[in-house]
């Protein structure tokens, strides 16, 4: 069955916004990542320092040798966590996406499969859902329209569908995690 140009578009749309709500969110989870490495990284110097200032209060009873102990040890630890702080955002780095969104709504239209009008009502179903703003009841009525989208034979292995489902997963994780909204 052929399918409108009206409809191509439409789905287009909607891939569109799904790979861009899945940029925003790999976006988010890499800011977290970064600044989980540098609250990390600030802790360990705070604790070199104050164990510096401790040999610099110490270095009446016990001599110089042990501020510079002290001054030896916060360069070593502080070399070494800039080290690992640096290897932990390169391997941040990898893991973000290297498709763009346009690659990736041209990669999700060539892949779509022949589609029938019970398909495509589906479909439709789905991109007015994933539309809304995500609340836990519209995240439970996408996952029940991608979980009867995903039974139907012709749809089943599209890789875009995966991708709506890693979103979803995604959103619903966040939604549960996120501190209320007033």
């Not at 346009?102 to 398909?119: E, F, H, K």
């Not at 479909?123 to 439970?140: D, E, G, K, Y």
């Amino acid at each position: 069955m052929s399918l409108d140009p009206a409809y191509l578009n439409d789905l287009a749309t909607c891939a569109r916004r799904v790979y861009e709500l899945h940029d925003d969110l790999a976006q988010r989870q890499a800011r977290r990542t970064v600044d989980l490495i540098f609250a990390r990284d600030k802790r360990v110097v705070i604790g070199l320092t104050g164990q510096l200032m401790a040999s610099i209060a110490l270095s009446l009873w016990l001599g110089a040798g042990v501020v510079l102990a002290g001054l030896a040890v916060l360069y070593v630890g502080a070399l070494s966590s800039a080290a690992w702080s640096i290897t932990r955002m390169q391997q941040a780095q990898a893991r973000e996406r290297t498709e763009s969104i346009d690659q990736a709504v041209r990669r999700a239209m060539a892949t779509c499969p022949p589609l029938d009008s019970g398909a495509q009502a589906l479909l439709i179903r789905l991109a007015n859902l994933l539309a809304i703003p995500p609340t836990p009841r519209s995240l439970a009525m996408v996952q029940a329209t991608l979980g009867e989208t995903l039974d139907r034979p012709e749809l089943h292995g599209w890789p875009f569908l995966d991708d709506v489902t890693a979103l979803v997963d995604a959103q619903n994780g966040r939604m549960l995690t996120a501190p209320p909204s007033f």
